[in-house]
T-cell receptor, first 117, second 112 residues
Framework: DTEVTQTPKHLVMGMTNKKSLKCEQHMGHRAMYWYKQKAKKPPELMFVYSYEKLSINESVPSRFSPECPNSSLLNLHLHALQPEDSALYLC????????????????FGPGTRLTVT | GNSVTQMEGPVTLSEEAFLTINCTYTATGYPSLFWYVQYPGEGLQLLLKATKADDKGSNKGFEATYRKETTSFHLEKGSVQVSDSAVYFCALRAGSARQLTFGSGTQLTVLP
């Protein structure tokens, strides 16, 4: 099973709302990722968790707050977003750990389509 | 730094036509190479991969060969179907880095 699930599928929120995106995988992967994808563009990496610890933060604004409660779950907490944050948010997971030169592929979820009004 | 260059789209083909989507890369060391496909309204699906020079990745009739001498990983399919209409992304992972470097994506439309 190579499935990564994400909820909700669609989310509309106002600029003053607080919401959370959820991601789950049961493949035993130890690395999980959040990406942001704008229309007709490739995904842009936001965060990487490795063994439940944040290992990469690609200078993402603090209105995005990631959380990894356990090895299977990844959340993205949203607060005070701007309309330009509207995008498809993708979660992915892969095997591996820091420093391993192994070509672990990433498996993506279906994404959450976020609209900020 | 690492980079991936894909042929400009969109690409429009008739059903059963031959498909080539060009992908070249710049990377330090020996990257692993991937093709991902994104169908409308969906996330990315791994289509195929290659981890070392001369490896050929294949899946669902698609193929790509890791050519180190030309730093290329072109995607090919002998006979496309309408259901292959999607955006195709070439990507690399260099060394021990966990990040993927994506190309800009190529929109493919197959007409019946």
């Amino acid at each position: 099973d190579t499935e990564v699930t994400q909820t909700p599928k669609h989310l509309v929120m106002g600029m003053t709302n607080k919401k959370s995106l959820k991601c789950e995988q049961h493949m035993g992967h130890r690395a999980m990722y959040w990406y942001k994808q704008k229309a007709k563009k490739p995904p842009e990496l936001m965060f990487v968790y490795s063994y439940e610890k944040l290992s990469i933060n690609e200078s993402v604004p603090s209105r995005f707050s990631p959380e990894c409660p356990n090895s299977s779950l990844l959340n993205l907490h949203l607060h005070a977003l701007q309309p330009e944050d509207s995008a498809l948010y993708l979660c992915a997971s892969s095997q591996g750990a820091d420093g391993q030169r192994i070509s672990y592929e990433q498996y993506f979820g279906p994404g959450t389509r976020l609209t900020v009004t | 730094g690492n980079s991936v260059t894909q042929m400009e789209g969109p690409v429009t083909l008739s059903e059963e036509a031959f498909l080539t989507i060009n992908c070249t890369y710049t990377a330090t060391g020996y990257p692993s190479l991937f093709w991902y496909v994104q169908y409308p309204g969906e996330g990315l699906q791994l289509l195929l991969k290659a981890t070392k020079a001369d490896d050929k990745g294949s899946n669902k009739g698609f193929e790509a060969t890791y050519r180190k001498e030309t730093t290329s990983f072109h995607l090919e399919k002998g006979s496309v179907q309408v259901s292959d209409s999607a955006v195709y992304f070439c990507a690399l992972r260099a060394g021990s880095a966990r990040q993927l470097t994506f190309g800009s994506g190529t929109q493919l439309t197959v007409l019946p």
